[in-house]
């Protein structure tokens, strides 16, 4: 499925977009916690606000639909957040934004310090375990950083954790993109090629 990233905190007007491109499915990002370790958007809308909703509704109505992302580079991912200490916890916030939002897709962009906080990794798979276990159709995807040389040591111990908490990761995405230049020099002219490396 080609679902681009949209930033939910631009307000996309996601139907228009499918009537003006074809593009069916898009990838809502991102979810992150509040000082509380709740569910919401950029740290600008709440997770179900009507802003969010509506654009949703529009989209499936044109036999579209969408992925909720949770994570990114900025905010704070819910297995991350210390406001949320537990699996169960961790487990309850995922499961309100999946049955609000009655997703069958989710996806994980899990990078910087958190990639490398094992704890909330370890939660954060077990929860979903927990959850895939009572939803077997929902889709669980990660989207984790690569550098030319493929996933990075702390990717590939998501992966791991994944398996170790008895979870199918459904799909993997990759980051191909911003390499880091003080060890790649041509990152800014030679993402393509890069990309590809990153991909063998």
């Known amino acids: 499925v080609f679902a681009p990233y949209v930033d939910v905190t631009l307000t996309p007007d996601v139907a228009s977009l499918a009537e003006q491109t074809g593009i069916m499915h898009f990838t809502l990002a991102f ?3 509040d000082a509380s370790g709740r569910p919401n958007w950029g740290e600008t809308y709440a997770a ?3 802003a969010v909703v509506a654009p ?3 989209l499936r109505a044109l036999g579209g639909d969408v992925i909720v992302s949770f994570g990114g580079a ?3 991912e819910l297995a991350y957040s210390t406001a ?3 699996v169960k916890q961790i487990t309850e916030q995922y499961l309100y934004v999946i049955d609000a939002l009655n997703v069958s897709w989710v996806d994980f962009d899990i990078e910087g310090d958190a990639i490398a906080d094992i704890p909330s990794v370890d939660m954060r798979n077990a929860a979903l375990a927990a959850i895939k276990a009572a939803k077997p159709d929902l889709i669980v995807s990660y ?3 690569v550098d030319p040389t ?3 040591d702390e990717g590939v111990y998501v992966l791991q954790s994944a398996s170790n908490a008895g979870l199918t990761v459904d799909v993997v995405n ?3 993109m911003d390499y880091d230049e003080t060890v790649y020099t041509q990152g800014a002219t030679q993402m393509g090629t890069y990309a590809i490396q990153a991909t063998r």
């Open 56 to 58: 949703i509704k529009a």
């Open 84 to 86: 949320n200490t537990d």
């Open 174 to 176: 990759i980051m191909t």
């Open 31 to 33: 979810l992150v916690a």
């Open 150 to 152: 493929g996933l990075l």
């Open 74 to 76: 900025a905010g704070t």
């Open 143 to 145: 989207t984790l950083p």
């Open 48 to 50: 179900t606000d009507p």
